[in-house]
T-cell receptor, first 112, second 113 residues
Framework: TQLLEQSPQFLSIQEGENLTVYCNSS?????LQWYRQEPGEGPVLLVT???GGEVKKLKRLTFQFGDARKDSSLHITAAQPGDTGLYLC????????????WGLGTSLAVNP | KAGVTQTPRYLIKTRGQQVTLSCSPI?????VSWYQQTPGQGLQFLFE???????NKGNFPGRFSGRQFSNSRSEMNVSTLELGDSALYLC????????????FGPGTRLTVL
């Protein structure tokens, strides 16, 4: 069974702090996606990483895909209240039974 | 381009009833996936439809079913509702490019009393 473990599960920080969210698996994925979900809404895709070792930046958010394509991290610099939400990672197994494998999410609260 | 729409947004049912949820994907997207989201279990994959055919299925009982129409719109049905079916049901469409990126609707919040 393929699993994606996200940590931490909950994070409450002050505005201006930095944070890192981790997404780990023992399985190899063809790509990995990060989503953010706000209360009452569906998840919104932030980024897709495809190549082992790839680093992508989206303003203050930095995403990295592990060299072996089994893990990923999301780093937020100088967090703002608008970053508050549930961050979800999803790995694409790209096999015959292709589907996304989802982590349980990291609930982030950034306090002003 | 209009996003994914889901109706209704909120629904309250009692145990034993059945419910039908509707999803309209982004224009041009032929793949529609359904997910159940609960605080304890996270996002659980229900099924995926592509060109009116179920292409993939998660580990849910047969009470959960779906279909897709020729215009790519999709419905899911849950029969004989149980208290544990209370959840946010999300629909996502995908253009099935190489990355399988999902575009989600706002969800239907189902409460079973």
């Amino acid at each position: 069974t393929q699993l994606l473990e996200q940590s931490p599960q909950f994070l409450s920080i002050q505005e201006g702090e930095n944070l890192t969210v981790y997404c780990n698996s023992s399985s190899v994925f063809s790509s990995l996606q990060w989503y953010r979900q706000e209360p009452g809404e569906g998840p919104v895709l932030l980024v897709t990483v495809v190549t082992g070792g790839e680093v992508k930046k989206l303003k203050r958010l930095t995403f990295q895909f592990g060299d072996a394509r089994k893990d990923s991290s999301l780093h937020i610099t100088a967090a703002q209240p608008g970053d508050t939400g549930l961050y979800l990672c999803a790995g694409d197994n790209a096999g015959n039974n292709r589907k996304l494998i989802w982590g349980l999410g990291t609930s982030l609260a950034v306090n002003p | 381009k209009a996003g994914v729409t889901q109706t209704p947004r909120y629904l309250i049912k009692t145990r034993g009833q059945q419910v039908t949820l509707s999803c309209s994907p982004i224009s041009g997207h032929r793949s529609v996936s359904w997910y159940q989201q609960t605080p304890g279990q996270g996002l659980q994959f229900l099924f995926e439809y592509f060109s009116e055919t179920q292409r993939n299925k998660g580990n849910f009982p047969g009470r959960f079913s779906g279909r897709q129409f020729s215009n790519s719109r999709s419905e899911m049905n849950v029969s004989t509702l149980e208290l544990g079916d209370s959840a946010l049901y999300l629909c996502a469409s995908s253009s099935i490019s190489g990355s399988n990126e999902q575009f989600f609707g706002p969800g239907t919040r189902l409460t079973v009393l």
